[in-house]
């Protein structure tokens, strides 16, 4: 059975960092196009960057409003999904989702983690 | 960027009630359009791809219509575990991007 479980969420202080882990169980993480999406309390959905599959080339692209401060990554043998996210700021503030991207279309969202909750206040 | 405009964003309808929600790209889309299910406390649920196709598993009140800039999602006959949040979202282009949402209310 496919499942996806993030941790790592807390209560940081602006310009802080925090890294976000996604646990994967039920097929293989490098194998899909696996993404980032966050939601601001009661608000909509927000993709943040995406981590291709290795037969796509392994490629990360990542959202405007994160450029230059997040960095999505992979840790293979445990099958892993990881968001670094640095120099964050209050619009952060967001409970964050990872995402399987459906071959061959990586935005093709069919399974989704619980989520974790990132609070950026001072 | 490609926006997606969803109405209304929110509704209150009655158990039984036919609901429908649109969804408006601002350029062709062609059907690569997906919506989920959001209840309170929970990830999205994919409930339907491809703009029409059901997702395996999800009842058949629902359903979803549409291609190009224009696409409609519908309930039919509102059931009490229906009330939550829906998003449409398409996939033709990067970045990805989601409707505003609507709340479904009995």
């Known amino acids: 059975e496919v499942q996806l479980v993030e941790s790592g969420g807390d209560l940081i202080q602006p310009g802080g960092s925090l890294r976000l882990s996604c646990v994967a169980s039920g097929f293989i993480v490098s194998s899909n196009y696996m993404s980032w999406v966050r939601q601001a309390p009661g608000q909509g959905l927000e993709w943040v960057s995406v981590y291709y599959s290795e037969d796509s080339g392994g490629s990360t692209y990542y959202a405007d409003s994160v450029k230059g401060r997040f960095t999505v990554s992979r840790d293979d043998s445990k099958n892993i999904l990881y968001l670094q996210m640095n120099t964050l700021r209050v619009e952060d503030t967001a409970i964050y989702y990872c995402?399987?991207?459906?071959?061959?279309?990586?935005?093709?969202?069919?399974?989704w983690g619980q989520g974790t909750l990132v609070t950026v206040s001072s | 960027d490609i926006q997606m405009t969803q109405s209304p964003s929110s509704l209150s309808a009655s158990g039984g009630d036919r609901v429908t929600i649109t969804c408006q790209a601002s350029?062709?889309?062609?059907?690569?359009l997906n919506w989920f299910q959001q209840k309170p406390g929970k990830a999205p649920n994919l409930l339907i791809y491809d703009a029409s196709n059901l997702e395996t598993g999800v009842p058949s009140r629902f359903s979803g219509a549409g291609s190009g800039t224009h696409f409609t999602f519908t309930i039919n006959s509102l059931q009490p575990e229906d009330i939550a949040t829906y998003y449409c979202q398409q996939y033709f282009n990067v970045p990805p991007t989601f409707g505003g949402g609507t709340k479904v209310e009995i």
């Open positions: 350029q062709d889309i062609s059907n690569s």
């Open positions: 995402a399987r991207g459906k071959p061959p279309f990586p935005y093709f969202f069919d399974w």
